[in-house]
């Protein structure tokens, strides 16, 4: 890969595109993991001296299994009436209600087992009276507090889905007027894009601003966080909606089409509402609410031991080049990333330095003479990747995802990002200092034809319709291996 930076860098505009998005989903999943820990911290509570002293008569193996069939049956309870919703938490009634019906189940499952195969036990019954009374005031002191949490998150309107849409006519105009009546249905419309076929349009909608066409829209959604884009063309035009789709592929965002009347039912895969209109949801945000969050402690777990353990052998290779002549350790090159946002990624340097290389065009040959001796070696151990754990821990990329490649990287005498037309799909995720295609041999070197070029991007879109946390595991283990003797590794 070409290794210095064009004479033009993008600016950077300081803002950060969150890939963590609050969904209500994130929360409620939240909500039901905090009320099971309030349980267990509630039964280890009760087992402190001299409130109990059940050790003749309960083992502490049979006390954990009966806490933990309490918490199932309380959690399983909670599910079946639907307590676990946003619009609860802050109706103390309600909350009161729900988890009182979820915690009698709960505790007439426990005193049937003590009956049965623990009678003992029950004879000095206070560490099961003391661990009932502190799961229901824990969990009721636990309700309180996320109730305050949510309220003063909608007060600061963070849990609002944030949406433009692309249409300035009359679909876009009954969509807005729609949503308004709703009460805007937790939707912040942030603006409203010119499509080119839409004709002249006046500066608002129904309120909403028109910021412009499409080129605006690639501006506005590299700097502002976008969670839903709707396409609000009428069904009439589909050849421009599927023109607007792949126009839109690389925000990450929800993408939905606006059915031109109500009468559709949400239920149906791919129906979902969205204030009084039901919508075809196209495209769905990768990495929402809760595998976002998993996604990036993952990341920023393995790129802090990653630092930990390989900080030595990346002072010795940023020696070996101060050693070897003149010139940076790393080296520091624009790339776009996540939302096609540019950031600067960094490497050890392992080329001679050359002011007249703009390296914007693709990548570098095996017996490129610019390379060398030192950064030969670095290249074939992939050593000279490690900085780029600092772009992690900034945020900007992940320990896996597909590899951020230069803007103009040509495949051939073509542009990769034309040859393929699914390539800009990858921005909906962070780019990877590892990749599902590099880890099954597909690194930059391969992709001189077409067809690699391909296949390349087919894996990287497999990666973001099939993770798990496992597959980031796999893929982590055969990079270590690949990484040193894979064949497209110099």
Request: proline share 6%.
């Amino acid at each position: 890969m070409q290794e210095t930076v064009a004479p033009s860098q993008p600016q950077d505009d300081g803002k950060t595109l969150s890939f963590v998005r609050w969904t209500q989903g994130l929360i409620n999943r939240l909500v039901a993991v905090s009320d099971m820990a309030l349980i267990l911290l509630a039964a280890t509570l009760s087992l402190s001296r001299p409130v109990a002293d059940i050790a003749n008569s309960l083992s502490p193996l049979q006390h954990l299994v009966l806490v933990l069939l309490e918490t199932a049956v309380f959690h399983q309870m909670m599910t079946r009436v639907s307590a676990y919703r946003v619009e609860h938490y802050t109706d103390p009634v309600t909350s009161v209600l729900h988890l009182v019906g979820g915690l009698l189940p709960a505790w007439g499952v426990s005193l049937i087992l003590l009956v049965a195969f623990a009678p003992g036990a029950l004879q000095q019954p206070g560490w099961l009276i003391l661990s009932h009374a502190l799961q229901l005031v824990l969990l009721l002191a636990g309700r309180q507090a996320q109730g305050w949490l949510i309220g003063l998150a909608n007060r600061r309107r963070l849990l609002r889905r944030r949406v433009v849409i692309i249409g300035a006519n009359e679909v876009a105009e009954r969509l807005v007027m729609d949503l308004s009546d709703a009460g805007n249905g937790g939707y912040d419309i942030l603006g409203i894009f010119q499509d080119a076929s839409d004709g002249p349009a006046a500066a608002q909608i129904a309120g909403i601003p028109v910021l412009g066409d499409l080129d605006a829209l690639n501006a506005f959604a590299q700097a502002e966080t976008i969670d839903v884009v709707v396409l609000a063309l009428p069904w009439s035009r589909a050849p421009d909606i599927f023109r607007l789709m792949e126009s839109v592929n690389w925000i990450a965002a929800d993408v939905v089409i606006p059915f031109e009347n109500s009468e559709v039912a949400p239920g149906y895969t791919g129906i979902t509402p969205m204030g009084r209109r039901t919508t075809l949801q196209v495209m769905n945000r990768p990495f929402k609410g809760s595998q976002g969050v998993l996604k990036v402690a993952e990341d920023y777990l393995i790129a802090s031991l990653a630092l930990l353990l390989l900080s030595p052998l990346m002072l010795l290779a940023a020696i070996a080049i101060r050693l070897e002549g003149p010139g940076p350790i790393l080296f520091r090159q624009w790339r776009p990333g996540f939302g096609r946002k540019p950031f600067a990624i960094y490497k050890f340097r392992t080329m001679k330095v050359d002011p007249n290389d703009d390296a914007t065009i693709g990548t570098t040959g095996r017996r490129d003479p610019r390379i060398t001796r030192v950064g030969a070696v670095l290249r074939r151990l992939s050593i000279d990747e490690l900085p780029q754990i600092f772009n992690v821990l900034k945020g900007e990329m992940s320990i896996v995802g597909p590899r951020p490649y230069v803007a103009n990287m040509l495949v051939g005498n073509e542009r990769f990002s034309d040859l393929v037309a699914q390539y800009a799909e990858r921005h909906r995720i962070k780019p990877g200092l590892t990749g599902y295609a590099q880890a099954h041999g597909m690194r930059s070197y391969a992709l001189r034809s077409a067809e690699n070029a391909r296949r390349s991007i087919e894996m990287d879109l497999h990666y973001m319709t099939h993770w798990s946390l496992w597959l980031d595991v796999k893929i982590m283990l055969r990079t270590l291996v690949t990484g040193l003797a894979g064949r497209n590794v110099f």
